[in-house]
């Protein structure tokens, strides 16, 4: 039978998760001889590929390993797109958990438009350490949440999908490039944005959709629940808005500089109101990053 669908893992040095990924997987109600699982392995050091290998021998080849030597999160990501074999492509982060239902409900959205180029779902957190309650609420999503809505309903820009739950049309990498690569993590790096600049591609000659029950179960490791972890990610969100756009101009510069600055001078005047003031300390990392991704980063690409 062809396969209708592919559903893409990218993994680096996350062994345990990858193997309880692929299971999540393994158990959809879906017709299984339809869907394929490539895993691509971004140059990891632990025992990640004896995990797959092992679960391949119980399931035989619906699991296909590729290890990938060129490190990059997009570079893994379109390494699994070139692999494809299905009609569609679920990418599913190797730190989630696909509900049962999660293939299906993602092809009846696609099959409902053959206009629909790319489809997300919910994602719902699995905290390993409690939730930090000084997490300002606009920046949840940081952490790769999304309940964007209740019904299955087109996202107009900017919104987006996030990586740990989107699919595409293979179709459509006809028509447009795959990921940048000069954007997406690299090794320990929080680079990001290589999912809304794809995605902002896309849109011109493709409707992006969401669908609520296509969830995932994101983990959420208490490492990534500290002020610091929390801080670093905004000031590389900063660092990859600015790749994104590739502007070097001065006025960019100056711009940033310039907003920074208030930042800092707001947050003393906040810094007895805790909520005011992170949210100060948090423009000021974005401004930081920007200026920095201005600086070191563009031109690289």
């Not at 039978?1 to 993994?11: H, L, N, Q, R």
């Not at 999304?146 to 900017?158: F, G, N, R």
Request: aromatic share 10%; charged share 25%; hydrophobic share 40%.
């Amino acid at each position: 039978m062809k396969i209708t669908v592919t559903v893409a893992i990218c993994t680096h040095n996350r062994a345990k998760d990858t193997g309880e990924a692929i299971e999540s997987v393994l158990r959809q109600n879906y017709a299984s001889e339809e869907i394929e699982i490539v895993v691509v392995d971004n140059r990891s050091t632990d025992d990640t590929a004896k995990v797959v290998n092992d679960l391949r021998k119980q399931h035989g080849s619906r699991i296909r390993y590729i290890f990938e030597d060129k490190l990059g999160l997009s570079v893994a990501r379109n390494r699994a797109i070139r692999e494809a074999r299905g009609k569609y492509i679920l990418f599913l982060d190797d730190d989630a958990l696909a509900s049962s239902d999660w293939v299906r409900n993602i092809v009846e959205v696609f099959e409902s438009d053959p206009m629909i180029g790319c489809v997300g779902g919910r994602i719902d957190p699995i905290w390993e350490a409690k939730e930090p309650d000084w997490i300002p609420e606009e920046h949840r999503s940081v952490f790769t949440i999304l309940d964007y809505s209740s019904e299955v309903k087109e996202m107009p820009a900017p919104s987006i999908p996030y990586g740990a739950n989107v699919a595409f049309r293979l179709s459509v990498f006809l028509h447009f490039k795959l990921f940048r690569e000069d954007l997406g993590r690299v090794g320990t790096n929080l680079l990001s944005s290589e999912e809304s600049e794809l995605i902002a591609r896309i849109r011109t000659g493709y409707k992006v959709y969401y669908t609520p029950f296509a969830p995932v179960q994101h983990k959420i490791a208490k490492e990534r629940t500290t002020k610091k972890w929390f801080l670093k990610r905004i000031f590389w969100q900063g660092v990859s808005d600015a790749v994104k756009r590739n502007d070097t101009s001065f006025i960019a510069v100056l711009k940033h500089t310039v907003r920074m600055f208030q930042a800092i001078l707001s947050s003393l005047f906040s810094i007895f109101h805790f909520k005011t003031f992170i949210r100060q300390v948090v423009k000021i990392c974005y401004r930081n990053g920007s200026l920095v991704g201005i600086l070191r980063y563009n031109g690289r690409g």
